[in-house]
């Protein structure tokens, strides 16, 4: 792999944004057909997730909007397969869940059983089965690093260390002049892949070109910690169990997200704040399972601003954790209506001595109180949906289950493109979560393709 392009001394013919999984894709897609230069912030590939965790998500419904990319759930999954492919050629592990289908049956069946008890309309619980695979945080390096040399072998550029600045068209449509920290570098086409870490310096540079924004829905909500064996009847048929919920008092859409079996709860900096995540190793399980549950918050009037809504969430949730924490309760507190505490944090006889966190009380990680670090809808969607999910899995409620906030997903601004993710700005692209076209590693890495395909339309490849 190479870090040796030269500013200023040619015009590529693609300048991809970004090293995620979006613009590995694409670069994938494109070397070998055209001149091609990867520009990555970090001194590495592999982007945000495909470094962390690495669940590769294989079902159409699953981190992508079918609608937001006008493709068929068919051609998605035939898109995935080969995404899959690419994964596995280059050492991803093959064991794939979600495929048992007489034990997916029979969750189905517990599911539907909890749903025919309701008072018709008032709630709503379903499972959306998946197929995945997991590359695990301590392997997934692994896999992307195969991946990046055989891109650069089939000729793309990588320059790591290198974060683009500015991005200017030397006429509507082109070529690009993308300011950078190491130089300038010229372009006839640009795939902007920047994640959500770079999905507001892109908004602003996107907007500088002329391309129209406009803010889309965001998912604001908790990671929830069990102990393993509570989650391990479904986490063994169904890796990363999908669960979906319309809760009872406000009508709101919830789901699960991201599970992680006997792994860890991460934290997470964005623009100086503290998140929640989660991961899992491959090789080193921990006695606990995470996953979130995200409230999906759209606005109408009199504002539409969601970035800020998130931003604003995060920062007093950080606020109350003591100015720059997490905050993190214990189910039986939350229910009780009183703040979690650091002496009784671990109480035997409140039934707390059960779970262990993986990430326990400490310096940025707060014992408090969910109820006021966070807006009062949202707490009582992610109340009603962890206690849905018991009626299904009862353990979830135990006391000693965790709740740690914020945990915000920042894909919430959305550009008009094409079919091929075509911007109204001819030439411009753009690919992955950071631009609301993905949500997770698979999706970002058809994104890719897509964006590369329009390109090679355009020149008749
Ligand atoms: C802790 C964690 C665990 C996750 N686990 C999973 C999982 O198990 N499964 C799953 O499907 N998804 C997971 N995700 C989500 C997944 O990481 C993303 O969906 C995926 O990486 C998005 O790909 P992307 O290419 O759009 O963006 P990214 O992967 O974010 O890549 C964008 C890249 O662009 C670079 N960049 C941004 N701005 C600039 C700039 N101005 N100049 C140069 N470079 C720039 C960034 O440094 C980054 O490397 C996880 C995310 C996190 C944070």
Not at 60 to 87: N, W
Not at 93 to 113: C, F, K, N, P, Q
Not at 190 to 203: H, K, N, S
Not at 378 to 404: F, K, Q
């Amino acid at each position: 792999m190479s870090g040796t392009a030269e500013s200023g001394s040619r015009t590529w013919d693609v300048i991809v944004v970004g090293a995620g999984p979006a613009g590995m894709f694409a670069a994938r897609s494109l070397s070998g057909k055209l001149s091609v230069l990867v520009i990555e912030e970090k001194s590495r590939t592999g982007g945000a997730g495909a470094m962390t965790d690495g669940k590769l998500n294989l079902s159409p419904q699953i981190g992508l909007d079918l609608a937001e990319l006008r493709i068929s759930e068919e051609e998605a999954a035939e898109r995935i397969g080969r995404i899959d492919e690419v994964f596995l050629e280059h050492g991803a592990d093959r064991t794939l869940y979600g495929v048992d289908r007489e034990r997916i049956a029979l969750w189905l069946d517990r599911v539907s059983w909890v749903r025919r008890r309701a008072s018709k309309g008032e709630w709503d619980i379903t499972l959306l089965p998946a197929r995945q695979r997991h590359m695990g945080t301590d392997l997934a390096h692994q896999v992307v690093a195969r991946m990046t040399e055989s891109i650069a072998k089939r000729g793309a550029e990588f320059l790591l260390g290198t974060r683009v600045e500015e991005i200017r068209a030397q006429d509507h449509g082109g070529p690009f002049l993308v300011r950078t920290s190491k130089g300038e570098f010229a372009s006839r086409y640009l795939v902007a892949a920047p994640g959500r870490d770079g999905a507001y310096w892109f908004r602003e540079a996107a907007r500088s070109l002329g391309v129209r924004t406009r803010w889309g829905a965001i998912d604001i909500g908790c990671r929830v910690e069990v102990a393993l064996p509570v989650y391990d009847e479904i986490t063994q048929v169904l890796y990363d169990p999908k669960f979906l919920f319309i809760t009872p008092t406000h009508g709101d859409r919830t789901r699960t997200f991201c599970t992680n079996p006997g792994g860890r709860v991460r934290v997470e900096i964005r623009n100086g704040f503290r998140l929640v995540n989660g991961d899992a190793l491959k090789r080193r399980k921990t006695p606990c399972t995470n996953f979130a549950i995200l409230n999906t918050v759209s606005m109408t009037e009199p504002l539409q601003d969601t970035t800020e809504m998130g931003r604003k969430v995060m920062e007093f949730a950080n606020f109350w954790g003591g100015g720059d924490s997490l905050v993190v309760q214990r189910w039986g507190d939350l229910t009780e209506g009183r703040r979690s505490k650091a002496e009784t944090f671990s109480s035997a006889a409140l039934g707390y001595d059960k779970m262990t966190p993986t990430l326990p009380p400490g310096p940025g990680v707060t014992p408090g109180d969910i109820s006021y670090a966070y807006p009062g809808r949202i707490v009582d969607n992610l109340r009603e949906s962890l206690l849905l999910l018991s009626r299904v899995i009862p353990g979830v409620a135990h006391p000693s289950t965790t709740i740690y906030v914020p945990e915000i997903k920042f894909y919430d601004t959305k550009y008009p493109t094409d079919r091929h993710l075509e911007t109204e700005v001819p030439n411009l692209f753009v690919a992955g979560d950071g631009v609301g076209k993905s949500r997770g590693i698979v999706g970002a890495a058809l994104n890719g393709t897509l964006a590369a395909e329009g390109i090679l339309r355009k020149e008749g490849k």
